[in-house]
């Protein structure tokens, strides 16, 4: 796992996954928190290809003091939602919400979006949530590609939606609030994202519909990009 050889380390965390062993999943606990990140990072994968680790102990390194371990925490654990749903679930929403750092909240909405594909019980809160963390206000922009505003949190929650409505249906009150949320963001990506999530819609509404019929009106007919008429040119 501290081989100077990125291929060595992680062949080392994958053999440590499938010895299912206590030994090994410590090992892997233990580079999850190494100040390497190479070495972080093989933990990562090494957790994720284990059957069956400590959720728990999982869970806690969501919330560790150093920020790369929260990142790939996060991001290990959506790998066994089947474990402990609630407790992963809540987690992931938990960091999505509160976490300072942009990475840990971006990997936590697309671990939300691999969870949200096998999630049994908790589909309709991880929907909710990743709506809500969709706002105008929430999620700053925090990139810019060809001059156009980006956003790589919200980015990953609009993809997280798409997983979301590719397995389960939204309801009327949760396509409003997609539609309020991300047809006319800012970052053209998400907008994207936001559409295919309507198209896969198996029922609208028809007000929900000429509420996404408007929106899309406003934004073709501005002259001005929505990113500038909302105040926003950073």
Same mark, same amino acid.
């Given at each position: 796992?501290?081989?100077?050889? !990125? %291929?060595? $380390?992680?062949?080392?965390? &994958?053999?440590?996954?499938? =010895?299912?062993?206590?030994?090994? *999943?410590? #090992?892997?606990?233990?580079?999850?928190?190494?100040?390497? !990140? %190479?070495? $972080?990072?093989?933990?990562? &994968?090494?957790?994720?290809? =284990?059957?069956?680790?400590?959720? *728990?102990? #999982?869970?806690?390194?969501?919330?560790?003091?150093?920020?790369?371990?929260? $990142?790939?925490?996060?991001?290990?654990?959506?790998?066994?939602?089947?474990?402990?749903?609630? *407790?992963?679930?809540?987690?992931?929403?938990?960091?999505?919400?509160?976490?300072?750092?942009?990475?840990?909240?971006?990997?936590?909405?697309?671990?939300?979006?691999?969870?949200?594909?096998?999630?049994?019980?908790?589909?309709?809160?991880?929907?909710?949530?990743?709506?809500?963390?969709?706002?105008?206000?929430?999620?700053?922009?925090?990139?810019?590609?060809?001059?156009?505003?980006?956003?790589?949190?919200?980015q990953s929650i609009a993809y997280a939606l798409v997983q979301a409505s590719a397995n389960h249906e939204f309801t009327e009150q949760q396509l409003s609030n997609l539609i309020e949320a991300?047809?006319?963001?800012?970052?053209?990506?998400?907008?994207?994202?936001?559409?295919?999530?309507?198209?896969?819609?198996?029922k609208i509404g028809k007000q929900t519909l000429d509420r996404v019929l408007t929106v899309l009106s406003r934004t073709r007919l501005s002259q001005t990009p929505v990113w500038v008429e909302?105040?926003?040119?950073?």
């Amino acid at each position: 796992l501290r081989s100077s050889d !990125e %291929s060595k $380390r992680i062949e080392s965390a &994958y053999l440590l996954a499938v =010895s299912h062993d206590s030994k090994s *999943e410590s #090992l892997l606990f233990e580079a999850l928190e190494d100040d390497s !990140e %190479s070495t $972080r990072r093989a933990g990562c &994968y090494g957790i994720r290809a =284990s059957i069956a680790p400590d959720v *728990e102990r #999982l869970i806690k390194l969501t919330r560790a003091k150093r920020v790369s371990t929260r $990142r790939m925490a996060v991001y290990a654990l959506g790998a066994h939602v089947l474990l402990n749903e609630k *407790e992963v679930v809540a987690a992931l929403i938990d960091r999505l919400k509160l976490d300072k750092d942009d990475l840990v909240r971006s990997n936590s909405a697309y671990t939300l979006g691999q969870v949200v594909r096998q999630a049994r019980h908790y589909a309709t809160e991880i929907i909710d949530a990743l709506i809500e963390r969709l706002f105008a206000g929430v999620e700053m922009n925090n990139t810019e590609v060809a001059l156009m505003p980006r956003s790589t949190v919200r980015q990953s929650i609009a993809y997280a939606l798409v997983q979301a409505s590719a397995n389960h249906e939204f309801t009327e009150q949760q396509l409003s609030n997609l539609i309020e949320a991300g047809l006319d963001d800012s970052d053209r990506y998400v907008q994207g994202l936001t559409v295919e999530v309507l198209r896969m819609a198996n029922k609208i509404g028809k007000q929900t519909l000429d509420r996404v019929l408007t929106v899309l009106s406003r934004t073709r007919l501005s002259q001005t990009p929505v990113w500038v008429e909302g105040g926003n040119t950073d």
